[in-house]
């Protein structure tokens, strides 16, 4: 099973495309958006824990 490892990053509405592209390009998945305590959009992203086991 591998070791993951988590980011998140707040969404601007007008840009979230190109923020959704730019984490993908450096191989992050998109786990879930959620409202962040601020009222703003939060994205949680995975990826391979680089050397983890699998």
Do not use: F, S
């Not at 939060?42 to 824990?49: D, E, F, H, N, T």
């Amino acid at each position: 099973m591998p070791n993951w490892e988590y980011v998140t990053t707040p969404l601007l509405i007008h840009n979230t495309t190109a923020i959704l592209n730019t984490w993908g390009l450096q191989g992050w998945e998109l786990v879930q958006i959620v409202t962040g305590p601020e009222g703003g959009l939060v994205a949680y992203l995975k990826r391979p824990l680089a050397g983890g086991a699998e």
